[in-house]
């Protein structure tokens, strides 16, 4: 080959790597840290939190579904996982506490929608609690379709020989510190394309302590491990020009009295916070009071992730970063006459399109058939209708918008 040749030959080689490394240099890490109430925040030092807040985003959120409705979902840590993992509540991911008998694995995690459509795609998973994996996750199951963690570091809450439990709950601590110092060492590395970390130790102080100087402490020390990720980040923003999505956020708040407990339907309890690194939310996030189901819309949203229509249509949250039409979806039917109302919070007044299933056949892997009941404006926020089939016990409702769809159950007793 002619020197010319090779020169052009090597200029095309180089061009098209930066072209196909720009496309595809997305990356996310979520980052879940248990059980801490977004005003403990404000009572101790959290100066990672408070950078995330200054150069990205910050909101208080909240986790347990819609509460005294169907959807209503337990403020305990697994069930908070599965809801962010899913993007569904618990009357459809099924974990209902820490015990995780029967998760329903028909509503894919954010893991197997990557793995669906991106099979080469990267994940990995950093955590203080094994059963994050192989049961939430469900790393192998055949209703899973075996799906495989690329890199997982987690389980050694198990090892009792290098970590000796403790009432004190230090094992817990150091396991903390490794999983952080792992997750930031392997992003650096290896900048996976989808990374969880899970850290334990401010949910233990809370349970044994309350609101107490040992939580606060706690939550400063899981502070300093949440930097270490941040600067793992940044690193391979700067020197590898990725683009992180990087998600902090917790499962739960505590209960009021003292801060001892969780489980229950509290303000409380219910409250929880979201930071990223993400500059540029959108209007939901920044005026409204987000949920932990919105974190995986937004995720497929980062990643171009494009869902089966079937299953967009069964999240229950929506993206925190695109455009989103409308928000708070509500039903009802009464002698034949449908009611719907939503909140409107878009620029432009687009249509929206109702659309109602008879059936719940995703629930056991099916597909349900959806007809449209009709059209109105999106600035109307309610449309009402008058149903001619027989009425059923139990219909799905999906309002179709130009940017999102809502859903809700309707159940007609
Ligand atoms: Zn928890």
Not at 51 to 59: A, H, I, Q, R
Not at 106 to 129: E, G, V
Not at 263 to 272: F, H, K, M, V
Not at 338 to 351: A, Y
Request: glycine share 6%.
């Amino acid at each position: 080959m002619k020197i010319k040749q090779m020169v052009v030959l090597a200029f095309i080689i180089c061009c098209t790597t930066v072209n196909l490394s720009t496309a595809q240099d997305r990356k996310v890490v979520f980052i879940i840290v248990d059980g801490i109430a977004p005003d403990m925040l404000e009572k101790t030092s959290t100066p990672s939190l408070d950078k995330l807040k200054e150069k990205g985003s910050f909101t208080e959120a909240s986790v347990g579904g819609t509460k005294g409705t169907y959807s209503e979902t337990p403020t305990i840590s697994a069930v908070g996982y599965n809801s962010l993992l899913t993007g569904t509540w618990v009357n459809k991911h099924n974990v209902f506490g820490n015990s995780i008998k029967n998760p329903n694995y028909n509503y894919p995690t954010i893991y197997r929608l990557l793995k669906d459509q991106y099979p080469n795609k990267q994940t990995a998973i950093f955590s203080t609690w094994l059963d994050n994996r192989t049961k939430l996750i469900g790393e192998g199951l055949e209703e899973t379709q075996r799906i495989k963690i690329d890199y997982a570091f987690d389980g050694h809450e198990l090892d009792t020989i290098n970590f000796p439990h403790d009432s004190k709950r230090e094992f817990i601590k150091n396991i903390d510190t490794k999983v952080a110092k792992k997750a930031a060492d392997y992003i650096k590395e290896s900048a996976p394309d989808l990374s969880w970390v899970y850290l334990e130790f401010s949910d233990d102080m809370g349970h044994g302590f309350g609101d107490s100087k040992q939580l606060y402490d706690a939550i400063t020390f899981e502070d300093d491990l949440i930097g270490k990720i941040m600067e793992a980040v940044h690193y391979r923003e700067t020197k590898y020009k990725e683009e992180w999505l990087l998600i902090v956020t917790t499962d739960h708040g505590r209960t009021a009295k003292d801060g001892k407990h969780h489980g229950g339907q509290s303000y409380r309890e219910r409250s929880t916070w979201i930071a990223t690194n993400y500059v540029y939310t959108n209007k939901y996030f920044k005026n409204y009071t987000p949920t932990v189901v919105d974190i995986l819309p937004t995720i497929t949203d980062f990643l171009n992730i494009k869902a089966p229509k079937n299953t967009q249509y069964e999240w229950d949250g929506v993206s925190l970063i695109s455009p989103v039409d409308a928000i708070n979806l509500s039903a009802t039917i009464n002698n034949n006459i449908l009611e719907v109302s939503w909140k409107n919070i878009s620029n432009s007044n687009t249509q929206a399109e109702i659309l109602l299933s008879t059936t719940n056949d995703y629930k056991t892997g099916g597909v349900d058939k959806y007809i449209s009941v009709g059209t109105t404006r999106l600035s109307n926020e309610k449309f009402t209708t008058t149903l001619k089939t027989p009425v059923n016990n139990f219909y799905k409702m999906v309002l179709k918008t130009k940017n999102n769809t809502l859903n809700t159950w309707i159940t007609n007793n």
